[in-house]
DNA sequence: TGTACATCAGTGAACGCGCGTTCACTGATGTAC
DNA sequence: TGTACATCAGTGAACGCGCGTTCACTGATGTAC
């Protein structure tokens, strides 16, 4: 529960609804529960009376939608800084994969929300167009591509199912790890070594099966 | 709803823990939500009352283990059954894992009960013990060694790294499938095909990155 | 064979709880005249 | 410069709901004598 809090002055109404993003953050990172994320809860932890949550979000599911639209421009950012100065596209490419395994492990609550919830949970936009339209789904498509481009990956592949491909790989490295963070899992490291090293291989020779 | 149930006959009380048990699976998969497997919604379905799951559950948390327990058992059924009768080792730890990715995309909830939920749902036995003695883990790890031992895979990488990877991977699949069901995957055979194929040949050339 | 009785397999009512949300309101603050 | 007033940023109380769980009970059924 945070301090009581000042009433915003007139035309500073706006501070409230980022203050609100603010706290259902918090309150997701230290109880590591969405349930725990109740609108009582939000008001408390901002300091506010529980109707107040309702000058700025119409329901629950449109706030829970705003803190995912956040934390996934986060995951863009996050990425977009990992490869930043590597110029290698192969290299950038894997940098990309290690970034984002390590995102999800460092914020295991927010990957959580973002990629593992049921889909009703967060609103049914994100079910397919806007992660489609993300920054970050089509900055893996255009780095796959690049990589096509500069002859380090084959170009007789999709670059669609590369990329779903990847993005399979890494996200279930960082999803078991953060479903099941008490399971004896080898060295972080090696893990991201290894799944990136294998898949990074195999797809740049050509992803065939090694049996006719 | 089920129909009215007729009352046990002495000594048939057993009967009411695997009805219990079918009901809550039957929830589960009809729902689709795992916050609908209400102890009152199981009994209603049972066509008991609440207090009855008592005589058979301590709580909540135990009747939610029990089904996990049995999904698992069944998870590692198909996965055995999918392998018999496939001689060459690598062949069958690709069918493994393709078996794996059918039976999450097959079974969503249970799928997401097992492998997605947070630490806190399932009771923490299923943390790192229960989940290492498993039977279908272990079989897995089995697995990789017989590959390794008939020279299919390199014998100088750990077995259970090479089998979290796989692991890893399927898993990846599986997951973003059901948790992201209405994104426009590629076709879930092409998806199949590809990772398992790239990660397949990656392991089998010795998981060495392209790059130095 | 008949009957008292213990036991088994439940029932029915109630508990306290926290939830999302609504509604009528209030009091400080900036603005128009 | 002073004051009436509209507006903004909330408050406080209450709603109905479904939840997990407890408790005292009941009525059929098998068993011992």
């Known amino acids: 529960m945070a301090a ?14 980022a203050d609100i993003l603010d706290a259902a953050d918090r309150l997701l990172v230290a109880t590591g529960d969405e349930d725990a994320v109740s609108i009582r809860a939000i008001a408390a932890e901002v300091g506010v009376t529980a109707p107040a949550i309702y000058l700025h979000f119409a329901d629950k599911a449109e706030l829970l939608f705003a ?38 492990v460092d914020n295991p609550d927010h ?6 919830g049921r889909p009703a949970f967060t609103p049914d936009e994100w079910g397919s167009e806007r992660l489609l ?7 893996l498509v255009e780095a796959v591509e690049a990589c096509q481009a500069s002859g380090s990956l084959p170009a007789d592949i999709s670059s669609e199912l590369a990329a779903t491909g990847l993005w399979a790989t890494v996200h279930g490295v960082a999803s078991l790890l953060v479903a099941r963070p008490s399971f004896p899992w080898p060295p972080l490291d090696d893990l991201i070594d290894h799944v990136l090293g294998v898949h990074a291989f195999g797809l740049a020779n050509g992803g065939r099966p090694p049996i006719p």
Do not use: Q
Not at 133 to 139: E, L, V
């Open 67 to 104: 803190v995912c639209e956040r934390t996934f421009a986060s995951l863009d950012d996050t990425l977009e800084r990992a490869v930043a100065g590597i110029d290698d596209p192969l290299l950038s490419l894997r940098a990309r994969g290690e970034a984002y395994i390590r995102f999800g």
């Open 111 to 116: 990957y959580r929300i973002l990629f593992m």
């Open 4 to 17: 009581v809090r000042a009433r915003s002055r007139r035309g500073e109404g706006e501070r409230l609804r």
């Open 133 to 139: 339209a993300s920054a970050a789904y089509r900055h």
